[in-house]
T-cell receptor
Framework: GENVGLHLPTLSVQEGDNSIINCAYSNSASDYFIWYKQESGKGPQFIIDIRSNMDKRQGQRVTVLLNKTVKHLSLQIAATQPGDSAVYFC????????????FGKGTLLTVNP | NAGVTQTPKFRVLKTGQSMTLLCAQD?????MYWYRQDPGMGLRLIHYSVGEGTTAKGEVPDGYNVSRLKKQNFLLGLESAAPSQTSVYFCASSYLGQGNSPLHFGNGTRLTVT
């Protein structure tokens, strides 16, 4: 949305480069993690998810890495394209709960042609 | 397959007015949610529903009411709008609960209360 990008961490990359977006989560009891992409004026779009019994999961051009020791999640985008420009945010869900999804504030990714 | 559809896309209200935001999903999902998104903050859950005829409070329910009379629709009501309710509202649905399946979002309703 038009105000979502204000005061967000930003990452600027060149087209074709790989991007890495990081997320620190807060609760060691979280067991399900999701990455969303939000383009200006649109709703969040699901990218990829991972459970706490995994440390890596791959999708099409995207990889999510989970480090439970330091409570860190990252999203890697290969061969970044201008269409990847958006706000990316992670979400964590506390184990045993179906209604306690916590969203991060997001990172603004800008891809320069 | 339209996914999650929200109406209206934009609305301006005066303080004290009421309105209803409409959400429809065509994925046969049991779970539906209303979130608000404000600058500098993550999405916050207002109310949710685990199935037709059910509703429950989320993190920030005050000033809002909801209804889920049909499985595919989830309505969010503001009985007496306040400037603090100026926000972007997103409806979402999921096949399973939030701990087991990702949410599918609509494109939002941008509400301004003057």
């Amino acid at each position: 949305g038009e105000n979502v990008g204000l005061h967000l961490p930003t990452l600027s990359v060149q087209e074709g480069d790989n991007s890495i977006i990081n997320c620190a989560y807060s609760n060691s009891a979280s067991d399900y993690f999701i990455w969303y992409k939000q383009e200006s004026g649109k709703g969040p779009q699901f990218i990829i998810d991972i459970r706490s019994n995994m440390d890596k999961r791959q999708g099409q051009r995207v990889t999510v890495l989970l480090n439970k020791t330091v409570k860190h999640l990252s999203l890697q985008i290969a061969a970044t394209q201008p269409g990847d420009s958006a706000v990316y945010f992670c979400a964590e869900n506390i184990e045993g709960s179906n209604y306690k999804l916590t969203f991060g504030k997001g990172t603004l990714l800008t891809v320069n042609p | 397959n339209a996914g999650v559809t929200q109406t209206p896309k934009f609305r301006v209200l005066k303080t004290g007015q009421s309105m209803t935001l409409l959400c429809a999903q065509d994925m046969n999902h049991e779970y539906m949610y209303w979130y608000r998104q404000d600058p500098g903050m993550g999405l916050r859950l207002i109310h949710y529903s685990v199935g037709e005829g059910t509703t429950a409070k989320g993190e920030v329910p005050d000033g809002y009411n909801v209804s889920r009379l049909k499985k595919q629709n989830f309505l969010l009501g503001l009985e007496s709008a306040a400037p603090s309710q100026t926000s972007v509202y997103f409806c979402a649905s999921s096949y399973l609960g939030q701990g087991n399946s990702p949410l599918h979002f609509g494109n939002g309703t941008r509400l301004t209360v003057t």
